[in-house]
């Protein structure tokens, strides 16, 4: 008669193996996750830098589309879709010297399939308005209140 040998070990390495492997996964998801929030953070304030640079000498470039079309249109596809792009005067006036602030906002959902986990990413630039060409007024953009939608960029 055969004798069962209880401390073999077979089979141990996988059973680890199995409860370890959905810890690990979840890990590298929620890694890879907070990765495109941190670029479209970045991209974001990018694009608000580069447009405030613009708007604060009053010059547009890009021509024939206004600087918020092309902050919106010059960046990655999958970042360009839903983006919301407002220039406005904190202070109220349009004069040398004031402020130009730039806000970008875009939706962001960590489960896109699912529609789960909704945040919106949020960059801005201030800087001071160095140049107006229009008699006081800018002349080679448009100022917003709010995005496109009839929202309010926050």
């Known amino acids: 008669m055969r004798r069962m040998n209880l401390k073999r070990e077979d089979g141990v390495a996988m059973t680890e193996f199995a409860l370890i492997v959905p810890v690990f996964l979840l890990i590298v998801a929620g890694l890879l996750a907070f990765g495109r929030v941190f670029?479209?953070?970045?991209e974001a304030n990018h694009m608000a830098s580069e447009t405030a640079r613009w708007a604060?000498?009053?010059?547009?470039?890009?021509?024939p589309v206004t600087l918020q079309q092309h902050a919106?249109?010059?960046s990655t596809t999958e970042f360009a879709n839903d983006v919301q792009v407002c220039i406005d005067f904190p202070s109220g006036t349009v004069d040398l010297?004031?402020?130009?602030?730039?806000?970008?906002q875009k939706p962001?959902?960590?489960v896109p399939?699912?529609?789960?986990?909704q945040i919106t990413i949020r960059g801005s630039s201030t800087m001071r308005i160095e140049r107006l060409s229009n008699n006081g007024a800018p002349g080679s953009y448009a100022t917003t209140t709010g995005p496109p939608n009839?929202?309010?960029c926050t």
């Open 108 to 110: 962001f959902n960590f």
């Open 56 to 63: 604060v000498v009053d010059r547009n470039p890009y021509a």
């Open 97 to 104: 010297g004031e402020p130009v602030r730039v806000r970008i």
């Open 39 to 42: 670029f479209y953070w970045i």
């Open 150 to 152: 009839n929202g309010t």
């Open 113 to 117: 399939i699912l529609g789960i986990g």
């Open 72 to 74: 919106a249109q010059n």
